[in-house]
T-cell receptor, first 113, second 115 residues
Framework: NAGVMQNPRHLVRRRGQEARLRCSPMKGHSHVYWYRQLPEEGLKFMVYLQKENIIDESGMPKERFSAEFPKEGPSILRIQQVVRGDSAAYFC???????????FGSGTRLTVV | DQQVKQNSPSLSVQEGRISILNCDYTNSMFDYFLWYKKYPAEGPTFLISISSIKDKNEDGRFTVFLNKSAKHLSLHIVPSQPGDSAVYFCAASVGWETSGSRLTFGEGTQLTVNP
């Protein structure tokens, strides 16, 4: 049973480009969470999604960031017009139910140059 | 506002001794607390948790203590092993089992266990 798969593991983008981060949850998990870890900081909640629904996006920056979890396929975190401050590790987690323990993926390390 | 704080960025202990990692929180609405361990270039892995209705939870070498009046929790690892060397994150949630909601993480403590 594969764990939470995130790709790419490393992503380099120039300022102004778009970044697309993908997350395939564990089999049977319908709840997906995205967290961001800035250097020397803890993980910060961004968004919580269930299939085709955004449940809680209170941690998402108001502009340039969006997330989706379609009926088919992985969850996508999209960052438009990236800036240097977006450089961070982005972690996805999944759980099988409300209150179920998260399983985290290995993260995508985004570097904006 | 940092609602969950881990004031020690690092801790070094000898193999076989006890490791005590501390965490303080400010939000009295938190009702569920978790500890995660993280190795470099990997995602956090769940270690142990405690509900606010308890003051202690034990799992093998790991014990978490919760002091609600002090808004403080701690993770004890006994005996410590070199493989325990990792970053440990404390996390808290409001309504974990009902709303499956977000976790608020501390900044992490780097534990190094020396052979």
């Amino acid at each position: 049973n594969a764990g939470v798969m995130q790709n790419p593991r490393h992503l380099v983008r120039r300022r102004g480009q778009e970044a697309r981060l993908r997350c395939s949850p564990m089999k049977g998990h319908s709840h997906v969470y995205w967290y961001r870890q800035l250097p020397e900081e803890g993980l910060k909640f961004m968004v919580y999604l269930q299939k085709e629904n955004i449940i809680d996006e209170s941690g998402m920056p108001k502009e340039r960031f969006s997330a989706e979890f379609p009926k088919e396929g992985p969850s996508i975190l999209r960052i438009q017009q990236v800036v240097r401050g977006d450089s961070a590790a982005y972690f996805c987690a999944s759980s099988p139910r409300t209150g179920g323990y998260y399983t985290f993926g290995s993260g995508t390390r985004l570097t904006v140059v | 506002d940092q609602q969950v704080k881990q004031n020690s960025p690092s801790l070094s202990v000898q193999e076989g001794r006890i490791s005590i990692l501390n965490c303080d929180y400010t939000n009295s609405m938190f009702d569920y607390f978790l500890w995660y361990k993280k190795y470099p270039a990997e995602g956090p892995t769940f270690l142990i948790s405690i509900s606010s209705i308890k003051d202690k939870n034990e799992d093998g070498r790991f014990t978490v203590f919760l002091n609600k009046s002090a808004k403080h929790l701690s993770l004890h690892i006994v005996p410590s092993q070199p493989g325990d060397s990792a970053v440990y994150f404390c996390a808290a949630s409001v309504g974990w089992e009902t709303s499956g909601s977000r976790l608020t993480f501390g900044e992490g403590t780097q534990l190094t266990v020396n052979p």
